[in-house]
């Protein structure tokens, strides 16, 4: 509430309104335009494999920089045919979405064109650590050969998935519960098009409290 407040604050100025918070609070519920949590249930980890398990080694990092530390995840959106899945990559310092790939299926390739994407938009990689959850798609041998060749390190969840990864996790919500991509759409085409805006209102427009109502883009361009 306070980034819708502080977003909207030189609009109502201009059109001569007061109050704070709990005064926005109260008509946005007045006109029903709150929007609540949800649960969701849907599984896209497989971690009861035999690949070599990394360490985290972001535990005790402490992130200063964009391209320091990228976080990856597997969500699922709907469409009337069933479910297709979106690989996010998230810089850590600005929260920027990086790189993402929204395919049919949950295999291999799409987690491959999120991160290439992410690495050809980054203008320094030196020093970088990937970190994801150990889904069996981040212990391909592709994906952990372009993870080497470009010299990028590797750190994996370990024992709680959901803290270790938390900001993947944080994101993920952010995009179902602010840009409604919890919906179901009518097919893949249609649910590209709104991960597409969805992304952009994100990392383009979506101030952030703890970027100091910053957006991602933002932050990201000055740390690169």
Known sequence: ???????????????????????LFNILRKHQMLTFRKKYSSR??????????YKNIIKDVEVSRSNQVWVSDITYIRTVKGFCY?????????RKIVGYDLSNFLVL???????????????????????????????????????????????????????????AERVNRILKDEFYLDQTFTNINHAKKATKNAINLYNEIRLHLSLDFKTPNMVYKLTA
């Open 109 to 167: 390739k799409g987690c491959v064109r999120a991160l290439n994407k992410a690495i050809y938009q980054a203008k320094n990689t030196k020093g970088l650590i990937h970190h994801s959850d150990r889904g069996i798609q981040y212990f391909s041998n592709v994906y952990i050969q372009i993870l080497k060749r470009n010299k990028i390190n590797i750190s994996m969840t370990e024992e709680n998935h959901c803290y270790e990864n938390a900001m």
């Open 1 to 23: 509430m306070r980034k819708l407040n502080k977003s909207l604050e030189n609009e109502l100025i201009k059109a001569n309104l007061k109050g704070g918070r709990d005064t």
């Open 86 to 94: 979106l690989a996010l990559i998230t810089d850590m310092y600005s």
């Open 44 to 53: 896209t980890t497989n971690s009861l494999h035999r690949y070599y398990k």
